[in-house]
C-alpha cells in the first residue's frame, strides 16, 4: 500500500514564487490534514479537509491556501513565497477526525527551503 | 500558551536503561486525545499510540508503556531496556474539539539518544 504519497521531496524556491505541494492517498480515508515543522518544533496545523469539497483553518492558515477536489487529493499552494515558510511539511490522513478512533497516516514530508 | 510541553529537550542514556519521556497537556475540554509519535532520523512520522480522556489505563506494548494521569494532566512515555533503533525525536500531541473546528497540537518534542 502506497499510503500517504508526497510530491515533491525536497523543493528550493525564490522569494515570491509559487508553488503547489502535492498530497494524495490511497486509503479512502474522508480526513485529511496539512502540518508543517519549524527545526526543533513539534508540527502546526495549516489546513484540515474533512471530505471531498470541505476544507477548514488549523492553526496557521495564513499564506497557504487547500483545495479537496477529490477524496484522495489534497494539495496545498503556497502563492507568494516567503522566507518564514521555509520548513517541512507534512501531510496526514485518517478514517476518522484527528484520528480518534483510527491513527493518522503521515507522508514522508516535504523540505521546502524559500532562498 | 503552549497546549502541549515537553519540558525535555533531549536526552541521552545508555543501552539497556530505562527512559521517560514526559509530557503536560493543557485543555478545558472533557473529551479529547492524546497521542505519541516518533520521529527517527529518517524524518518520517511514525503513529506509536492514542489515548481518550475517558480512558486512563495505563498501557503497555513490549517494551513502550504510557502513564496516562489527568489529575496532573500528565501522558508520560517509558521505554523499557532502551535499544539503539529507540534514538529519535518523539512528540505528544493533543486532539481537542473547538466550534472552530478540531486542532491538533504537537509538544515542541524530545530527542532521545541511546548510546551502545
Known amino acids: 500500500n502506497a499510503g500517504v504519497t508526497q510530491t515533491p521531496k525536497f523543493r528550493i524556491l525564490k522569494i515570491g514564487q509559487s508553488m503547489t505541494l502535492q498530497c494524495a492517498q490511497d486509503m479512502n480515508h474522508n480526513y485529511m490534514y496539512w502540518y508543517r515543522q519549524d527545526p526543533g518544533m513539534g508540527l502546526k496545523l495549516i489546513y484540515y479537509s474533512v471530505g471531498a469539497g470541505i476544507t477548514d483553518k488549523g492553526e496557521v492558515p495564513n499564506g497557504y491556501n487547500v483545495s479537496r477536489s477529490t477524496t484522495e487529493d489534497f494539495p496545498l499552494r503556497l502563492e507568494l513565497a516567503a522566507p518564514s515558510q521555509t520548513s517541512v511539511y507534512f501531510c496526514a490522513s485518517s478514517r476518522d477526525l484527528q484520528g480518534a478512533r483510527q491513527p493518522q497516516h503521515f507522508g514522508d514530508g516535504t523540505r521546502l527551503s524559500i532562498l | 500558551a503552549q497546549k502541549v510541553t515537553q519540558a525535555q529537550t533531549e536526552i541521552s542514556v545508555v543501552e539497556k536503561e530505562d527512559v521517560t519521556l514526559d509530557c503536560v497537556y493543557e485543555t478545558r475540554d472533557t473529551t479529547y486525545y492524546l497521542f505519541w509519535y516518533k520521529q527517527p532520523p529518517s524524518g518520517e512520522l511514525v503513529f506509536l499510540i492514542r489515548?481518550?480522556?475517558?480512558?486512563?489505563q495505563n498501557e503497555i506494548s513490549g517494551r513502550y508503556s504510557w502513564n496516562f494521569q489527568k489529575s496532573t494532566s500528565s501522558f508520560n512515555f517509558t521505554i523499557t531496556a532502551s535499544q539503539v533503533v529507540d534514538s529519535a525525536v518523539y512528540f505528544c500531541a493533543l486532539s481537542e474539539a473547538k466550534s472552530t473546528g478540531n486542532q491538533f497540537y504537537f509538544g515542541t518534542g524530545t530527542s532521545l539518544t541511546v548510546i551502545p
Open positions: 489515548r481518550n480522556s475517558f480512558d486512563e
